[in-house]
């Protein structure tokens, strides 16, 4: 099979990207059922490269080549040749003689897609200061574990224009369901990656007008990492944008909340938006486990039989 990589969501089909949500479900419930027995990796390594802090991928990733019989390789900055300088196709190339996948997780997209480039294993986004289409798979997958399918059903995205709101922009496109961003002015999503989604997307500016009958709201911290200096100015232009259990109560009954984590309470979430049984965040977290053990099956393996 010719490398696949998976830099953002657009790099799989429609087909493919359903096939792994059920996938993951399914590695999901069977490790439930009888333990993690399944070990397709054994002798596999994973390099794991991150030059942002991480909770949530590191434990996830790790723990998935673990279950998968394989290992996982921590490497930051300061470990390796990058941050002494070496080109980045270098590294690519070199890792690439050694280890059967790649994940990164870092700030510029472009670097990520020169290392992709020149890499001859699979790498794998783990975020970027773009895309992080990780995350959507576990948020798709949550989705679905709990209302089915999600075509035609409509998400609100309330809050920056950022990574997360453009990788949930590129889920709108790839499994078919309507999406709201709700932002103040000055905080839209990059106009190229919102037109490419075409009338599957729309903007708001009022939270209340926004969330009205919506399947799933969902959100994220107003300064991402690296944002921290105008935490200041951030939390005075989302004023008003906060989800708190009030605003869910104008969606649907069976509506659903989504937070990638971490959160800051009291800030773009209520102090107790948590607690709130429509939250299913650490469902979410949690299933960023299965949906990458799909993902990484998938790009090493190919499609495997249920």
Same mark, same amino acid.
């Given at each position: ?9 657009l ?34 390594t %994973? #390099? ?7 909770? +949530?991928?590191? &434990?996830?990733?790790? @723990? $998935?080549?673990?279950h ?9 900055p ?23 996948a ?34 959507? %798979? #576990? ?7 709990? +209302?089915?399918s &999600?075509?035609?059903? @409509? $998400? ?31 905080y839209?999503p ?29 959100t ?6 690296g ?18 259990? $009030? ?12 937070h ?15 607690e709130?049984?429509?939250?299913v ?26």
């Amino acid at each position: 099979m010719a490398t696949r990589h998976f830099l953002t969501l657009l790099d799989l089909s429609q087909d493919e990207l359903h096939y792994l949500i059920q996938r993951a479900i399914t590695i999901k419930n069977e490790l439930k059922a009888q333990g993690p027995v399944y070990a397709p990796f054994r002798n596999r390594t %994973l #390099a794991m490269i991150f030059e942002k802090s991480s909770t +949530r991928t590191r &434990v996830s990733f790790e @723990t $998935a080549m673990a279950h998968f019989g394989g290992h996982a390789l921590f490497l930051s900055p300061r470990d390796t040749q990058l941050g002494r300088g070496e080109p980045i196709g270098d590294t690519a190339r070199v890792l690439s003689e050694m280890v059967d996948a790649v994940m990164i997780r870092t700030f510029s997209h472009a670097g990520l897609e020169e290392y992709a480039a020149a890499s001859s294993v699979p790498v794998i986004n783990a975020l970027t200061d773009d895309y992080h289409p990780c995350q959507l %798979l #576990a948020d798709v997958m949550t989705w679905t574990e709990l +209302r089915g399918s &999600v075509k035609g059903k @409509t $998400a609100v995205w309330i809050g920056d224009g950022n990574n997360m709101c453009h990788s949930w922009i590129n889920a709108a496109r790839q499994f078919d369901f309507q999406l709201r961003i709700c932002c103040p002015e000055g905080y839209e999503p990059r106009r190229d990656i919102l037109e490419a989604a075409g009338d599957r997307i729309s903007i708001h500016r009022d939270p209340a007008e926004a969330v009205l009958d919506a399947d799933l709201v969902t959100t994220d911290v107003w300064a991402s990492m690296g944002q921290e200096e105008e935490q200041a100015k951030r939390e005075a232009d989302f004023a008003g944008f906060q989800v708190t259990e $009030a605003l869910l109560d104008r969606a649907r009954d069976d509506a659903l909340f989504l937070h990638c984590l971490p959160a800051h309470r009291g800030e773009e979430i209520s102090e107790t938006m948590l607690e709130d049984p429509r939250a299913v965040v650490w469902q979410e977290a949690g299933n960023r486990l299965h949906a990458q053990k799909a993902l990484i099956e998938f790009l090493l393996l190919g499609r495997v039989q249920s």
